[in-house]
């Protein structure tokens, strides 16, 4: 069945962009105006985020979102035959502070948001930087969908790191000098572990597992940024954040990426995903003290 199932994406992606195109704008119309995939939700993150936004304004950040949102996953579909050569004309990179950093023996935590199109980021990197690119993933339920992602994921030279299995292999993959990927805004599960600090005003519970893997690594800690220069184009951008995460806490290194990710979201916020719940827990007295920062 998984071979059935890659070979039908397969051969779909040999259609052209324009129809992914077509199908994403199809697709974000049923999402926004019939659907109303997560309306509220998205209204209100944004709301939260950008508190003196227009009415105008919402609506068009909105609608952009809902075409971004589609296309990310119909553009994916076109990624799985997407020659490495129309990769680097669709997604440009700078990649030259992680080689340089990767050269001097350190290895590199990329830190992520979840901008649009994430996937092209595992297309891009691992052709272009000089050791191992490791990515974490979460097991799809679907056995078949599972292999065809992987699949996608792993096709320029990735290697793949299931979240489960993550932390007894992170080690490992710091042996030597490696890059590791992780999209750190995610919602933790457990908010009395997490660490908490005012995300665009709110108190936001943050996971402690990357600063914390980096500190006791000593990696460097680089932001990444994926701009959307029009449909269908990217361009990915990299920003230091230390070269020596051991100097900082766990406080201190999350509160950097916390403020980084702020950044890249306010600079577009159409490219952000904000159907996820990211203030979906509150803060009580019982969890530790709202870090302010320095």
């Known amino acids: 069945m998984s071979l059935l199932v890659r070979l039908f994406f397969q051969l779909l992606s040999l259609l052209p962009f324009a129809f992914f195109h077509a199908l994403g704008s199809f697709a974000a119309f049923i999402l926004h105006r019939v659907v109303k995939y997560r309306r509220a939700l998205i209204e209100q993150n944004i709301r939260q985020a950008f508190p003196s936004i227009t009415q105008q304004e919402l609506d068009r950040v909105i609608k952009s979102f809902y075409r971004n949102f589609a296309d990310t996953f119909t553009e994916s579909i076109k990624m799985l035959t997407l020659s490495t050569?129309?990769?680097?004309?669709?997604?440009?990179i700078d990649l030259t502070l992680v080689s340089?950093?990767?050269?001097?023996?350190k290895s590199v935590q990329l830190m992520a948001a979840h901008q649009f199109n994430w996937e092209y980021v595992n297309q891009v990197i691992p052709p272009a930087i000089p050791a191992p690119y490791y990515f974490v993933y979460r097991t799809i339920q679907s056995p078949a969908f599972n292999q065809l992602f992987l699949y996608l994921r792993t096709r320029q030279g990735g290697r793949a790191v299931s979240a489960e299995e993550f932390l007894e292999k992170r080690d490992e993959i710091f042996a030597q000098p490696s890059a590791l990927i992780l999209g750190a805004d995610q919602n933790p599960s457990r908010p009395a572990t997490a660490r908490w600090m005012n995300f665009f005003g709110k108190p936001t519970p943050f996971h402690v597992g990357p600063a914390k893997g980096a500190i006791t690594h000593n990696a460097a800690m680089v932001m990444l940024n994926l701009k959307r220069k029009k449909r269908g184009y990217y361009h990915l951008e990299c920003k230091l954040i230390t070269d020596n995460a051991a100097r900082y806490s766990i406080d201190e290194l999350t509160w950097l990426y916390k403020t980084e990710a702020e950044k890249v979201i306010q600079e577009d916020p159409t490219n952000y995903l904000w159907s996820h719940r990211r203030w979906r827990h509150e803060w009580n007295a019982s969890y530790a003290p709202i870090y302010q920062g320095n």
Not at 85 to 92: L, V
Not at 100 to 105: A, Q, S, V
């Open 85 to 92: 050569r129309a990769i680097k004309k669709r997604c440009t």
């Open 100 to 105: 340089e950093l990767l050269k001097e023996g």
